[in-house]
Structures are given as C-alpha cells and as structure tokens.
C-alpha cells in the first residue's frame, strides 16, 4: 500500500509538472519555471501564473475529487459501477449553469455560472436527502438520486429545445461536454473551500466503510450509524462533485473507472482505496488535460469528450475481464 501511495504521488507530482510546460505558447521549460516563480506582467509569468497554473490546480482538484468520490460511493452501496453522479449531483450543478447561460446572467459576470452551478448541486442533494429520508437503505437514496438525475437532465434538455438563443446553445453544449481551459485562479478559489469541505468528509468514512462490507446488520453491531454515514457520503460527495462541474462541466468516468483500477491494488478494503482512488483520479484528469492540449492543439478537444473515449472502453474490458473471471 505505501508503495503504490508513493508512485501514485509520484506520478501526480510528474504529471502536474508537464502540465505546467504544455501549452500553445512554446515557452523553453526554464523559462517557464522562471516565469512561474517572478512576479510582474512578464508576458511568460503572466501565461503561467494566470493560465497554466490555474489549470494544472484544478485538474488536480477536480480529479482527486472525482476519484475520491466514486471509490466512496462504490464502497457505500457495494457496487463496483457506482459512480458519484448517481444521486443527481451532477446533473443539478450543470442544470444550474445551464439556466445561467440561458438567462444571459453569464455573459454578465463570470462567477454567475460556477455559483449557479453550486446552487443547482446544494438544491439537488437537498432534494435527494429529502426524497430518501432520513432511515432508508441504499436502494431508496439510489432511486432518489436516479429521479433528481432524470429531472435535471429533462429540464436542461427542455431549456436547449426552447432556447432562441443559438449563441447560448452553443455554449451551453460545449460547456457540458467539460473543459479546463480558460480558468483563472478565481475559479480555484471558487471551488477550494467546498472540495477540501469534501475531501474532510469523504476521507473520515474509511472505517465505516469497511465495516460494512461485512453487510448492513454486521456494521450495526460494530457501531457503525447507518444514517450517519450516509449522511456524510452524500453531503462529501455534493461538495466535491458540485464544485468540480461548477469549474470545469461535466467529466465522467473519472470516478468509475480510477476505483475499479485500483481496487485489486489495495485488496479491495475501501479505507485504503479512498487515498489511492483521489490519487488515481488526479493523475488521470491531469493525464487527459495534457493530452487534449498536445493530440489536436489548433481545435479546442473538451476534456469530458476524451475522458470519455477513454474510459468507455476501458471500463468495457474491464467488465468482460470480470466475467471470464468468474466461475
């Protein structure tokens, strides 16, 4: 386990690095370091201070979020195809955003589109715990979520159908598809409070976890709450999942397939699994980040669109690999 947390670190480290030097501006790599590390309106400080580095901090952000997510809802509903927008969180931050852009509020102030976002994340867990209830099993809070997802999706559908705007549509199109680009250090203040909020949360659930993949009953009896702890993936999981699509849209994947990766690498016990998975998640959004702005540099690639191309296919190999597996 320490082993793998030291490479995995070691990996995110390298990758956040050469995040720093890629990029349309063919600035030498001493000269971009330089940059980084003076101040004034140098034209290079000003490309990594301003550019690059908001970008290498948010991959990180929303990768490490993405992962630690996914790995613990997996571990909370025993189901290694959970993936963190299945209790709606996504489709409610981006429905927000989306009526941002709508109504023009947007194009008015920059802000406007992560802190609508943010809302439509806070109104959707809302709704989701409220729907649950405070007592029910895992099966109704999966049910709730599929609901809130189902809405947001068919309102955000609705507002693209009825939309005059074609301006708008094309932006709230390519904003869904999910990006890095053109991020500012605003945005990482944005969305740092709520994602180190939900890294706290997320991260004290290791022990009741584990205890209850010996089953519900069994986790009861060891002094595992139930309601509590459910309580808390829901609340760690709108902050890190709202703050990364209120940032950077939607990118998918991240959270299903970085869990399923890893978990034969940590013996399957989700304590050690959440660290890993954030790890896991950060270098593989930073990965994909590099790689959109190095694969077609003259077309603007979403960073969700190769996400995704990526990780369906993995994660169908992965599901026959399972299969032939068993007996």
Known sequence: MTRLMVALSALVLALFCLSLLVGPARIAPADSLLGLLRGGLDPVAMVMREI????????VLVG????????????????PLAEPGLIGVSASAALGAVIAIQSGLAAAFVLVLPLMALAGALVGVMLVLVLAGPRDGALTLILAGIAISAMAG??????LNLSKNPFAVNEIVFWMMGSLADRSLTHVWLALPFTLLGWLVLARLGRGLDALTLGEDAAATLGVHLGRLRLLLVLGTACVVGASTAVAGTIGFVGLVVPHLLRPLVGAQPSRLLPASALGGAAMVLAADIAVRLVVPERDLKLGVLTALVGAPLF???????RKEQP
């Open 52 to 59: 690059r580095l908001p970008r290498a901090i948010l991959a």
């Open 64 to 79: 490490g979020s993405l992962g630690l997510a996914g790995a613990a809802m997996q571990g909370y509903l025993r189901n």
């Open 154 to 159: 068919a309102i955000t559908q609705l507002v």
């Open 316 to 322: 169908l190999h992965l599901i026959y690999k399972t």
